[in-house]
């Protein structure tokens, strides 16, 4: 029985040993030697201090340690943090502070660009470097820097505590929330390992795959390329790329059959040269992270002539929502399917009532991968987290499910559809970007700064892109451009405005609160047949 995230690393190195388990570069690694290199990594973490439930952030780009940390950590019954590799100190600072992280691995590097930001991290004891030399040590403040490779030479013996059920935590994902700072999605390792089962059953992988890994390990839907590939011994490619013919030449190279991606990059790919032959190896596809153009898929579909689209809806509060099974493609194209295996999607009224066919509802989640909440937030998991609709009302203790803030319909015969969403989240080239986090960027540009709102418009490549209105006293006329490069520097580059407008003056409500809804509807069409891209 699987109970720790670690097992599924376990169980298939008792079965594919030999086999491939991950290629990085020119390099590449089978089961048996990927299991010792958790295993050996697990030591060093519990050597340094990793103890059960304590949090331990990967800060790293796609790499062979990257991956290993992360099922080290669940061997330790620690709690990994994969930290995105675009995010800047401050944000970093943020992430580490608000979630306790006790042992960050990184490298030289990127160290360097932190320490001012970890001296501000009490917590933080240890700082891992996977590119240093072995015997490298140093005392930085109150932090001791070493190698998080050691000598090849006998390992201690360190009683690793073990994870006592599946109900354990098992990692944090942090996602931008709808006001505020990114937030900690607390998942358990029954989360994660249910999560790739299921995916891995309609995937319909097995030990015959190779999946690309284009999307950041931080994502839920990056991670999920890893957990379902070794649940199954498939073969895991780490890809982070610059330019897009790069993953063209990767599938062709390394024979990808499964490829995930979100409709910004898949945009790419349709636009990329494809030799004759490049793509056929490739049996399905995947989108998340934003719904994809009809007239895109079309395009894709030429391209990858040999492999089924599957459409899919995920939350981060629950991994993974619904499919549309690539049968029902054809008659149901704009669906966003039905629920994954072993979850239940239902669409409620405001009253928790369920909603009728055709009736839009929000959507909310139930099952085994509602996640157990949000790290250190109880006021935002009651907004997010609430009753169970469908649980009989005579159970003592009612599950906790996901209300997801979308809403939606189902027709018939069970087929959702997407209506729009609730909050004022901006869902951009596959991030959840929260509004408030970039204005706040915005106002510490210029103290005379009257006014900020950051819009999502629609994009035709993006999802949405980032519209910024600003109003300056006086009407003071600044250079926007100068300000977009200043924003560049302290901002992810998926959080970076596409656009920055100045403004006379920016409209308010009743409330005294600036009027997003009219705004939003003011620049609806802005990026409308091809103009202001």
């Known amino acids: 029985m699987l109970t720790n995230l670690y097992d599924i690393v376990s169980q298939s190195a008792a079965i594919y040993s030999d086999k491939l388990a991950l290629k990085f570069k020119n390099q590449s690694i089978d089961y048996g030697d990927l299991l010792q290199r958790v295993d050996r990594d697990a030591q060093r973490f519990a050597e340094v201090g990793l103890g059960r439930f304590q949090r331990l952030a990967v800060f790293l780009p796609k790499q062979f340690e990257t991956v290993t940390s992360f099922f080290a950590t669940a061997r330790c019954a620690g709690v990994f943090v994969p930290?995105?590799?675009?995010?800047?100190?401050?944000?970093?600072?943020?992430?580490?502070?608000?979630?306790?992280?006790?042992?960050?691995?990184?490298?030289?590097?990127?160290?360097?660009?932190?320490?001012?930001?970890?001296?501000?991290?009490?917590?933080?004891?240890?700082?891992?470097?996977?590119?240093?030399?072995?015997?490298?040590?140093?005392?930085?403040?109150?932090?001791?820097?070493a190698a998080f490779h050691q000598p090849e030479q006998t390992a201690k013996s360190f009683k690793l505590p073990a994870v006592a059920t599946d109900a354990d935590v098992a990692a944090i994902l942090y996602t931008s929330?709808?006001?505020?700072?990114?937030?900690?999605?607390?998942?358990?390792?029954?989360?994660?390992?249910?999560?790739?089962?299921?995916?891995?059953?309609?995937?319909?992988?097995?030990?015959?795959?190779?999946?690309?890994?284009?999307?950041?390990?931080?994502?839920?839907?990056?991670?999920?390329?890893?957990?379902?590939?070794?649940?199954?011994?498939?073969?895991?490619?780490l890809?982070?790329?610059?330019?897009?013919?790069?993953?063209?030449?990767?599938?062709?190279?390394?024979?990808?059959?499964?490829?995930?991606?979100?409709?910004?990059?898949?945009?790419?790919?349709?636009?990329?040269?494809?030799?004759?032959?490049?793509?056929?190896?490739?049996?399905?596809?995947?989108?998340?992270?934003?719904?994809?153009?009809?007239?895109?898929l079309t395009q894709l579909q030429g391209i990858f002539k040999n492999a089924e689209p599957y459409l899919m809806y995920g939350l981060?509060?629950?991994?993974?929502?619904?499919?549309?099974?690539?049968?029902?493609?054809?008659?149901?194209?704009?669906?966003?399917?039905?629920?994954?295996?072993?979850?239940?999607?239902?669409?409620?009224?405001?009253?928790?009532?369920l909603c009728g066919p055709n009736e839009p509802g929000e959507?909310?989640?139930?099952?085994?991968?509602?996640?157990?909440?949000?790290?250190?937030?109880?006021?935002k998991t009651a907004e997010r987290f609430k009753f169970d609709p469908v649980m009989p009302k005579g159970a003592l203790l009612t599950p906790m499910a996901v209300w997801s803030g979308d809403t939606v319909k189902?027709?018939?015969?069970?087929?959702?559809?997407?209506?729009?969403?609730?909050?004022?989240?901006?869902?951009?080239?596959?991030?959840?970007?929260?509004?408030?986090?970039?204005?706040?960027?915005?106002y510490a540009l210029d103290p005379a700064i009257v006014d900020v709102a950051a819009l999502g418009i629609p994009h035709p490549e993006l999802d949405q892109a980032i519209v910024v209105l600003v109003a300056m006293q006086h009407q003071q006329q600044v250079d926007t451009n100068a300000w977009l490069l200043q924003l560049k520097k302290v901002l992810p580059s998926f959080m970076v405005p596409k656009v920055l407008l100045q403004k006379d003056s920016l409209p308010k409500n009743a409330n005294g609160k600036i009027d997003r809804k009219l705004l939003s509807g003011e620049y609806q069409h802005y990026f409308s047949e091809g103009q202001n891209q």
């Open 83 to 145: 930290v995105n590799p675009a995010l800047k100190p401050l944000q970093v600072q943020h992430i580490l502070q608000d979630c306790n992280v006790r042992i960050l691995v990184t490298s030289k590097d990127r160290y360097e660009v932190l320490a001012e930001s970890l001296a501000q991290c009490e917590d933080l004891h240890t700082v891992l470097l996977v590119d240093v030399a072995a015997d490298f040590a140093q005392q930085h403040g109150h932090l001791h820097v």
């Open 177 to 237: 929330g709808s006001t505020g700072k990114p937030k900690g999605v607390v998942l358990s390792h029954r989360n994660m390992l249910v999560g790739a089962q299921s995916v891995s059953s309609y995937l319909k992988n097995d030990a015959t795959d190779v999946i690309l890994a284009l999307l950041p390990l931080s994502f839920d839907y990056g991670l999920s390329q890893i957990t379902t590939a070794f649940l199954k011994g498939a073969t895991v490619v």
């Open 239 to 296: 890809l982070d790329f610059f330019l897009v013919q790069d993953v063209v030449r990767a599938i062709e190279l390394h024979q990808v059959t499964g490829l995930a991606a979100v409709p910004p990059l898949w945009a790419q790919l349709a636009k990329a040269k494809w030799p004759e032959g490049a793509a056929d190896s490739v049996r399905y596809l995947t989108n998340s992270g934003g719904a994809m153009p009809d007239a895109l």
């Open 316 to 353: 981060t509060e629950a991994f993974r929502s619904t499919y549309l099974p690539p049968a029902d493609l054809p008659r149901k194209r704009g669906s966003m399917g039905k629920a994954i295996p072993n979850a239940e999607i239902v669409v409620v009224r405001e009253d928790g009532s």
């Open 363 to 379: 959507l909310v989640h139930r099952g085994p991968l509602v996640s157990l909440g949000y790290w250190n937030s109880p006021e």
């Open 410 to 442: 189902v027709d018939e015969e069970g087929f959702l559809y997407f209506v729009g969403r609730r909050d004022e989240m901006i869902k951009t080239s596959g991030n959840r970007v929260s509004p408030t986090e970039v204005e706040e960027a915005v």
